[in-house]
């Protein structure tokens, strides 16, 4: 078999993500894309000896770009689930929080999934929310391209509540005054995801996790951008 970890030697990793989830990832104004995941990549890419190369694309794509070999990584806030396992390798976990149901700050009683029956529910395509949300009974699921575009529909009126993750849920209460958490639901872990077939690259990044969680860095990655 062919090492994944010689042919990244050469070329680099290249990091693929969909800068739409602040803290986790995001265009700063000069349109670079920042965040935990990004500062975390690099850290890893470092202590691997390699450079990282991070590119942008939409989320529901970053699996098929993976299997395709377009990327050689995922860094974008994915939840590690059974489904995605069967499609890809995940490295250690670097995060676990809760989703929560965001709303308008006049519809608190959206508390539970229960009180959303009847009502059009926002996600973005292709996560873990938009499964969430098509789970729940008598909801309406609007999964948009972009999480930035379910929180616009939020506080412009076009959709009742969503469904993302805490730390998100926070970050879009600092940009949408009018939005609050009207309840919590399941935790979830997150991981970077290589190749099946790439165990050696896998095995180097977690490594590095742990190195990291040993010498306090990712403590403070965590501190800067998740707390
Ligand atoms: N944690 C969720 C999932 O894995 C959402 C991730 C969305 N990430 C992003 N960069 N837009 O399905």
Same mark, same amino acid.
């Given at each position: 078999?062919?090492?994944?970890?010689?042919?990244?030697?050469?070329?680099?990793?290249?990091?693929?993500?969909?800068?739409?989830?602040?803290?986790?990832?995001?265009?700063?104004?000069?349109?670079?894309?920042?965040?935990?995941?990004?500062?975390?990549?690099?850290?890893?890419?470092?202590?691997?000896?390699?450079?990282?190369?991070?590119?942008?694309?939409?989320?529901?794509?970053?699996?098929?770009?993976?299997?395709?070999?377009?990327?050689?990584?995922?860094?974008?806030?994915?939840?590690?689930?059974?489904?995605?396992?069967?499609?890809?390798?995940?490295?250690?976990?670097?995060? $676990?929080? #809760?989703?929560?149901? +965001?709303?308008?700050?006049?519809? !608190?009683?959206?508390? &539970?999934?229960?009180? =959303?029956?009847?009502?059009?529910?926002?996600?973005?395509?292709?996560?873990?929310?938009?499964?969430?949300?098509?789970?729940?009974?008598?909801?309406?699921?609007?999964?948009?391209?972009?999480?930035?575009?379910?929180?616009?529909?939020?506080?412009?009126?076009?959709?009742?509540?969503?469904?993302?993750?805490?730390?998100?849920?926070?970050?879009?209460?600092?940009?949408?005054?009018?939005?609050?958490?009207?309840?919590?639901?399941?935790?979830?872990?997150?991981?970077?995801?290589?190749?099946?077939?790439?165990?050696?690259?896998?095995?180097?990044? $977690?490594? #590095?996790?742990?190195? +990291?969680?040993?010498?306090?860095? !990712?403590?403070?990655? &965590?501190?800067?951008? =998740?707390?």
């Amino acid at each position: 078999a062919q090492s994944c970890m010689a042919n990244v030697k050469k070329s680099g990793l290249t990091v693929g993500t969909s800068p739409d989830y602040p803290p986790y990832e995001s265009l700063n104004d000069r349109n670079e894309i920042v965040g935990f995941d990004i500062d975390l990549m690099n850290a890893i890419g470092k202590k691997m000896g390699m450079k990282v190369k991070v590119v942008g694309q939409g989320f529901d794509g970053l699996i098929p770009a993976l299997i395709s070999k377009k990327i050689d990584v995922i860094a974008a806030g994915m939840t590690v689930t059974a489904e995605r396992k069967k499609a890809v390798n995940f490295t250690l976990p670097y995060d $676990n929080s #809760a989703n929560v149901i +965001m709303a308008r700050k006049e519809n !608190l009683k959206y508390g &539970t999934a229960a009180s =959303l029956a009847g009502r059009n529910v926002g996600s973005q395509i292709g996560t873990v929310q938009e499964q969430i949300v098509q789970g729940i009974k008598g909801a309406s699921s609007k999964a948009f391209n972009l999480y930035t575009d379910a929180a616009v529909a939020l506080q412009t009126r076009q959709i009742d509540a969503m469904v993302v993750d805490k730390t998100v849920a926070d970050q879009f209460l600092k940009t949408y005054p009018d939005l609050r958490i009207t309840g919590t639901l399941a935790r979830n872990a997150k991981a970077m995801a290589v190749r099946k077939d790439c165990g050696d690259v896998v095995n180097r990044m $977690n490594a #590095a996790i742990i190195e +990291m969680r040993k010498s306090g860095e !990712l403590a403070a990655l &965590t501190k800067k951008w =998740l707390k």
